[in-house]
């Protein structure tokens, strides 16, 4: 009997739960997705650092997995709780017939189980379906192979899931059992004659209000935009907070300041419906204040961590390709005067013909000119310094410039290829070469300027008015910060400090390249052995840290760098932030879309009545139905819009802060967040805007 | 010719099996500027009529023609086109929107018409001062009393000036004091601005403020007076008399 009855009350409020329950299954799916990479993945042929990669990625996400959990579980407190408010009357009913308060939480709590276990069910078949779609994109994020496709159900997965969320639905069902033991029935029957009294705020609070609150934004936005080069960890906070305040104020004070300027304007004020649009929108926006500001911080987080993890991951693997020319790179030196060697020397005394292991191998000389920022740049120098801010000098700022021969630099470009940026130097000439992007135009200042520098004791000057966009040492980025090209004579004349050796494997397809490199690694590791300070058995752990934190400088020194180890590293990285985003990302979403639909369902069977008057008095129904869409349109775009304003300065901070991470590609990748939120954000408006004009619709 | 003619209007409730002749073969005819009150018991198919000739529902055989136009064949568009600019309606329970100020609720039936503002702040305050309620312009519906709320009401029915005023059970909701003034504004509206109003009613006093009173009596018209020349008093024992005659539960509505 009450099973039936709790069935036949979800049959009835089907609309209202429709929402709830499409949420939940959506929730369930992707919550199973991102548990389910660790086993969708397992039978990957990847590389070792990458199946590393992997178990990071599936610890970080099961780290995130309850965070999640807390958010989904919040949403669904709330959402069960607005639709319990929904149906006081009906427990009115029940009260009134002598049924007890324990017989009500009975059927609540048989209602929460059965679409408990329904969107379990359902999400649970959508998550198996969607996590061998994921698969396919995890192939493609890890750049591995698939052999072929292999249907892969996660228990492990499903197992959690059902525990999480079985946890939620319990303190779903502790939360009704304890607010229906609260009810009165006298408020319970008077609960629709109660409605919410139009709460106008006094205009001039509102304006008040607001510019405190714009004002609070502009510092914020300043704070982020423009001043963020000494921002520490609480400066961070402490702006993410008065954001956060200034968003609960906006909200508080937009919908009656809208409202006044909205009636000042009494064309538009009194034109068709708008004065009704008008004030409905304001009477949703002022009864959801703490809502919205929740929403609109999702969204902005969504914004931006979407857009920042998409862009890091194409900076990051396209950085490899453009900036690591060669196969395998060594880093060389070998301090004593007299008996130093070259890579090459080290390589024909342990009797390995390089010719023929690889298709091609070359070295370069780095020099030490001595010189210093302030000898290249010249009066540009404390512009240059102001540029950067003060954290990021101090990294390479007291360094001496690198210096190469033009022949070098010549027959590097040419074992890369790059035949085209080879140079010529008259005898007396120098040239710059730097790629971050911020530092060329202060050498090209310099440059143009004719800046002379002295090394070695011969004067140049500069050979080229701008500087070359270049680099030598191989790196997932730009972090060439500048170094100059001399005459060879001149380079004769000073002291050699590191080579610089790379190779190309000479092999076709990237699995006899793996072949190549596991060769590679393992001469190296034999010819190495004394060289490597990782290598050397003579070092202690302790020893070996100091030298890679740069305390300690070895006289003899060699470091290796494949390509391999960099893509894999990279894409890893990559890979786990994009997949972080995207879970956070998803779930954000559906959380606003959910709460805002919530809402405005529940607004359209309240607003029933004031429709039909509409009709009654001769709205035509396309009127109506604009008005409606507007509403939620509006509704939906409003904390749209300021999580937008708030994404603009915040990654144009983010931008600046970490552009050598997320240089690339940052056009591209807030399309593919736009397009994520207008897929799920979207889909929610249009569902609801659909809903909510049937509810209306249907008391003719 | 006559603003509304009603010629032979049936309505029918119900299946083949068990017919339920809400509205059986009705005609009148009202004249411009008339004040024409429906009198009938609960369920004597009075606010079934009132519903037809407002196209709210539709006939199931007759014709209502009002301002030469056969409405009973309006369809979709035309008929809330029609509704819009030809009647206005004041009903029971007011319908105000509670959202809306009384100055915007007035202001709602012009600005669907697409009317200029300027128009509509003029028209809104001319009939707030017919109606006597231009301090309660700026007031939300939950602030004025249940008489102001009819009079806002009435404002927003009349103030788009249409061939016909819709009136159900005005007084209904009202104390007898508001019903009092606001009947005294209908007069007003009727003889000064010219208005035609049908109202449909149960009570006794309210009738006797219209010019012509047809009685109904299960879906028929039983009987129909006119006040002629007399006072509104001597008109009100008129009606009684009828209403006696009439018997059944009108009587206990005085």
């Known amino acids: 009997m009450l099973f039936k009855l709790s069935l036949n009350n979800i049959r009835r409020s089907i609309r209202d739960y429709a929402i709830y329950f499409f949420t939940l299954m959506i929730g369930v799916a992707v919550f199973y997705v991102f548990n389910a990479i660790e086993t969708q993945t397992a039978f990957l042929e990847v590389s070792k650092d990458t199946s590393e990669m992997i178990d990071i990625m599936t610890k970080a996400l099961s780290g995130v997995s309850v965070f999640v959990a807390v958010v989904l579980g919040l949403l669904i407190v709330y959402a069960s709780r607005f639709l319990m408010k929904r149906r006081h009357k009906e427990f009115a009913v029940y009260l009134t017939l002598g049924m007890s308060k324990g017989r009500i939480s009975a059927i609540l709590l ?118 963020y080069s000494n921002l520490d960890g609480w400066g961070s906070v402490l702006v993410l907070a008065v954001i956060a305040a200034a968003t609960f104020l906006f909200f508080w004070s937009v919908s009656g300041l809208l409202l006044r300027l909205a ?73 004593t005067g007299e008996g130093a060697m070259s890579c090459e020397e080290v390589y024909a005394e342990n009797g390995y013909d390089l010719s023929a292991a690889f298709k091609k191998a070359e070295s370069v000389m780095i020099y030490d000119s001595g010189l210093k920022f302030r000898d290249v740049l010249g009066k540009y120098t404390d512009d240059f310094a102001k540029a950067l801010g003060s954290n990021l000098i101090t990294v390479f700022y007291f360094d001496n410039r690198p210096v190469y021969s033009v022949s070098d630099f010549n027959r590097m470009q040419e074992f890369r290829g790059r035949d085209d940026r080879k ?23 310099a440059l143009s300027d004719g800046n002379e520098i002295t090394v070695a004791g011969r004067t140049l000057k500069p050979a080229f008015d701008k500087c070359k966009d270049d680099f030598v040492v191989g790196s997932i980025q730009r972090t060439e910060n500048g170094s100059l090209i001399v005459p060879d004579s001149v380079a004769a004349e000073l002291e050699g400090k590191y080579e610089i050796f790379w190779v190309w494997y000479d092999a076709a397809t990237p699995k006899q390249k793996r072949e190549k490199e596991e060769e590679f690694l393992a001469e190296y590791r034999k010819i190495f052995k004394d060289y490597d300070y990782m290598l050397r058995e003579d070092l202690t752990d302790e020893e070996k840290q100091q030298i890679m934190n740069g305390e300690e400088e070895p006289d003899l020194y060699a470091g290796l760098l494949t390509k391999f180890q960099l893509a894999d590293e990279t894409v890893g990285i990559g890979a786990i932030a994009t997949f972080i985003a995207l879970y956070l990302g998803i779930v954000f979403l559906i959380t606003c879309g959910a709460i805002l639909a919530l809402k405005q369902l529940s607004d359209s069977v309240d607003s029933v009545g004031r429709y039909s008057i509409l009709r009654k008095i001769g709205a035509d129904e396309s009127d109506i139905s604009a008005s409606l869409f507007r509403q939620t349109g509006m509704l939906f775009l409003l904390p749209l819009l300021l999580a937008a304003l708030h994404s603009f300065f915040a990654l144009r901070c983010a931008n600046k802060m970490l552009s050598i991470f997320i240089k690339e590609g940052f056009v591209s990748s807030m399309i593919f967040t736009s397009v994520i939120i207008l897929a799920i954000y979207g889909g929610y408006f249009l569902i609801t805007y659909l809903c909510s004009r049937t509810i209306i619709r249907e008391k003719r | 010719m006559a603003l509304l003619e009603i010629s032979n209007i049936e309505k029918y409730y119900g299946s083949r099996s068990n017919i339920t002749k809400a509205v059986d073969d009705i005609s009148f005819s009202v004249e411009n500027g008339e004040f024409t009150a429906i009198m009938g018991a609960s369920g004597s198919g009075k606010t079934t009529l009132l519903n037809c000739i407002s196209t709210i529902d539709r006939v199931t055989a007759g014709k209502i023609v009002l301002d030469g136009e056969d409405i009973t064949r309006l369809k979709g568009r035309s008929l809330n086109k029609f509704r819009r600019d030809k009647l206005g309606f004041i009903f029971q329970d007011f319908n105000l929107l509670d959202t809306l100020t009384a100055y915007e609720n007035i202001a709602l039936a012009l600005s669907i018409q697409k009317r200029p503002h300027d128009e509509i702040d003029k028209l809104v305050n001319e009939v707030a001062g017919q109606l006597g309620i231009t301090e309660v312009l700026k007031k939300y519906p939950y602030q004025m009393s249940g008489g102001q709320k009819q009079r806002v009401a009435s404002a927003r029915a009349i103030v788009t000036s249409p061939k016909l005023v819709l009136a159900d059970e005005p007084t209904g909701a009202l104390d007898s004091k508001a019903a009092k003034m606001l009947l005294e504004r209908f007069n007003y509206l009727n003889s000064d601005c010219g208005a035609t109003i049908i ?56």
């Open chain 2, 199 to 254: 109202m449909v009613t149960h009570d006794s006093f309210a009738a006797s403020y219209a010019s012509r009173v047809i009685f109904i009596k299960d879906g028929k018209i039983f009987n129909e007076i006119s006040r002629g020349d007399d006072p509104r008093k001597q008109f009100f024992d008129k009606i009684i008399n009828v209403v006696t005659l009439l018997g059944g539960d009108v009587s206990d509505a005085l």
């Open chain 1, 263 to 335: 009636m000042a304007m009494k064309k538009t004020y009194f034109t068709k419906l708008n004065s009704f649009t008008y004030r409905q929108l304001s009477s949703k926006v002022t009864t959801m204040v703490f809502s919205m500001t929740v929403i609109c911080l999702m969204l902005f987080s969504t914004v931006c961590l979407l857009s920042i993890a998409f862009s890091a991951r194409k900076t990051l693997n396209n950085g490899v390709k453009e900036y690591f020319q060669s196969d395998a790179e060594i880093a060389f030196y070998n301090r």
């Open chain 1, 110 to 227: 048989t209602e929460t189980v059965i679409i408990g276990i329904g969107s379990l069910i359902a999400g649970l078949i959508i998550g198996i379906g969607l996590s061998q779609l994921l698969s396919a994109v995890v192939v493609d994020l890890f750049e591995a192979n698939m052999t072929k496709f292999r249907f892969v159900l996660s228990g492990k997965s499903v197992l959690k899931t059902i525990i999480y969320f079985g946890i939620m639905y319990v303190v779903v069902m502790i939360f009704n059992s304890r607010s229906i033991g609260k009810c009165k029935l006298i408020d319970l029957i008077q609960s629709d004659k109660r409605g919410e009294r139009l709460r106008l705020h006094n205009p001039w609070v509102c304006l008040v209000m607001f510019i405190i609150s714009a004002g609070m934004l502009v510092w914020a936005y300043r704070r982020i935009g423009w001043q």
């Open chain 1, 423 to 445: 140079i010529t130097l008259a005898e007396d000439e120098y040239a710059v070469f730097c790629n971050m992007k911020e530092l060329m135009k202060y050498y090209d200042k």
